[in-house]
């Protein structure tokens, strides 16, 4: 090789790898910057913070599950993302946070979607209702496969926010501070209820309801100002105390544990703006980090129900009572023309009912058929 050869091969490969520490330094930058571990990240962009209310009460499981959850974003996003939580009525109250949230009081809200179908009448069909769809992989189809989530994001997204996903969670109980061993017990019964299409039920029952948030239910009971209340499952109820101060819990026999709210579904919503300053990878991990936390929230407190159940009826002196298929029945016939009723407040909620229901009358599912969608007399509905 000659001298000049020798000198151009060295040029060129001092070039190369001048080159190739250039292009390193930029990649390497650049992937700091998006929060790839194990890279040291040169431009590392300032966190985002979020802050975020759920409507569990601070003591509950639910809550723990809940900040469990702000705290495994915040650390799978290595600071990049920042969640912080704050329990019902920290910054407004419950029934205010839809508002809230859509103003930018604050930037997103962990809730249950049947708080707010005076908001938006869809939200009747964003969670479970009377004899309708009652498992939660049922539920899960719908939102992810048969177009809930997208119903849900043009209903919220009118109001200037972005709906995350669904959040499982439990089935709810009704606690009585008397015994209600029937449907003709309902009669005169003065009852907390989430309102809505699920009041309604009740109502045409006798009940006299009451709308309250999960913090005024206890007190409500102590005083006496109701006689029972509906709020959520067995090992939240416990954490609230209760067994303490009503010592009945009404459910429906086996094959329907709960005739009014099987899958009392919850979501995350966030403020439209600050969404749509996050950068799209951000968006979809926040995303998958919800996902992540309706299976930790849904399991968790499946597994404390259990216990809890034990716990109400040994420390606590509680009583389960069970109505009988024959009570389901006479509570079923109200069912279809509620749910066209409540369907029927707008073009969305119309199309999300339908949606449902054709999945309902499915062979998958098969719980409805047409000669099943009359009134109360018999009279077929139309809609």
Known sequence: MTDNLKQDKTKNQKVSRRKFLKTAAVAGAAAGSIGFPGVMRVSAAA??????????????????????????????????????????GAIVGTFEMFDAVKAGVFDAMHCFDVYWPGKIPVATFLSSYPFGMDRPDQWETWYHELGGREFAREAYGGHNMYYLGPIQHDDN??????????????????????????ADIYRAAGVATVLLPGGEVYPALEKGVIDGADYVGAAINYNLGFGEIAKYIIMGPPSTPCLHQPVDLMSLNINMNKWKSLAPHWQTFIEAMVAKHSYDQYSAIQAADIKAFEKLQVE????????????????????????????????????????QLNFMKSVKVGYIKDADMVDYDGKKLVF
Do not use: N
Not at 47 to 75: H, I, N, R, S, Y
Not at 181 to 194: T, W
């Open 173 to 198: 109980l009704i606690h009585s501070k008397v015994p209600i061993r029937s449907f003709e017990d309902f009669k005169g019964k003065k009852i907390r209820y989430p309102g809505g299409i699920i």
């Open 47 to 88: 966190p985002v913070k979020l802050k975020v209310q759920t409507a569990w009460d601070a003591g509950t499981l639910g809550f723990v599950k809940f900040k469990e959850f702000c705290e495994e974003v915040t650390a799978a996003s290595e600071g990049q993302i920042v969640f912080e939580g704050f329990p019902a």
């Open 316 to 355: 606590q002196g509680v009583e389960i009572i069970r109505l009988s298929e024959e009570d389901i029945a006479k509570f079923r016939r109200f069912a279809p023309a509620m749910w066209v009723k409540w369907a029927s407040k707008s073009p969305l909620a119309m199309k999300a009912f339908k949606s």
